[in-house]
């Protein structure tokens, strides 16, 4: 074994262009009455920001600025946050609670099982830290991706990024089902600045690990071709070593050479 794996799944291991950014989107011009829906690039620029990993909050903060441009305290506001959740919900998972019919179910999927499978035959522990709920979490990876029950710290499990506890959770349940891998150097695979310095915290407070951060450009920048260097650099100023067009290129062979 030559590392641990860890990736972030939104961006990395499905394409939430439609799906979550649609719905925050969606969100933002509800509580605005209609008189704001962010752009694409609004939102990436929110994201650059490092701080707005969950996109609920990144929702209740792009209202907050519109109304402060019209004068409004947020404090004046008073903003319901559950009531702001709800609405998101109804976009992303849909309006049935148990058969989710909302813009999750057509996500692309950006790997394979294959894939996985890949790792795996290299002896290579992999897992998941992601900021999405763990219900949204395993809808992908179980009911769309086909894995059996990878190990996943998902928004409920740990503070949100750049707060690397996460990473280390991931880590200890793969030293518990996996031997002889406290040493290993671990490779965390994400698309936001936050990802980035998630390792770069990770470091600070392990200095006798090795974390390297592994950037993927996700699928929304990659078809806008005059965005693609600014934010291939922006994720190696916040800290990648690389940087990858898709998760896939994160082959057993480019990871030993990490």
């Known amino acids: 074994m030559s590392a641990i794996v860890v990736f972030d799944i939104d961006g990395v291991i499905r394409d939430v262009g439609s799906s979550y950014r649609r719905a925050l989107a969606d969100t933002v011009a509800e509580f605005t009455d209609g008189a704001y829906r962010p752009t694409a690039v609004e939102i990436d ?4 920001e490092g701080i707005w990993n969950n996109d609920w909050e990144a929702s209740q903060e792009l209202i907050y600025r519109y109304f402060e441009q019209q004068g409004r305290t947020r404090l004046a506001l008073n903003l319901d946050y559950a009531q702001l959740v709800a609405y998101f919900q109804t976009k992303y998972r849909g309006t049935d609670s148990v058969n989710w019919n909302g813009y999750i179910c057509n996500e692309p999927i950006l790997a394979s099982l294959e894939y996985f499978c890949s790792l795996t035959a290299a002896h290579i522990p992999w897992g998941f830290f992601s900021g999405a709920t763990r219900g949204s979490a395993s809808y992908i990876l179980e009911r769309r991706l086909g894995l059996d029950a ?3 710290v998902a928004m409920e499990d740990a503070p949100g990024k750049p707060d690397p506890t996460g990473l280390f959770l991931t880590v200890a349940q793969l030293g518990a089902r996996h031997e002889n891998i406290d040493l290993l150097p671990i490779v965390y695979v994400g698309d936001t ?3 980035m ?6 470091r600070a407070v392990q200095t006798d690990r090795d ?3 592994v950037g993927v450009l996700p699928p929304h920048i990659l078809t806008v071709a005059e965005l693609i260097d600014d934010y291939r650099e922006s994720l190696v100023r916040s800290g990648a070593t690389i940087v990858i067009n898709n998760v896939q290129e994160l082959t057993p062979e480019l ?3 990490l």
């Open 211 to 213: 974390f390297i951060a």
């Open 255 to 257: 990871i030993n050479s």
């Open 45 to 48: 620029m929110l994201k650059g």
């Open 197 to 202: 310095q998630t390792v770069i915290k990770a």
């Open 193 to 195: 600045v936050a990802d």
């Open 150 to 152: 990878p190990i996943l």
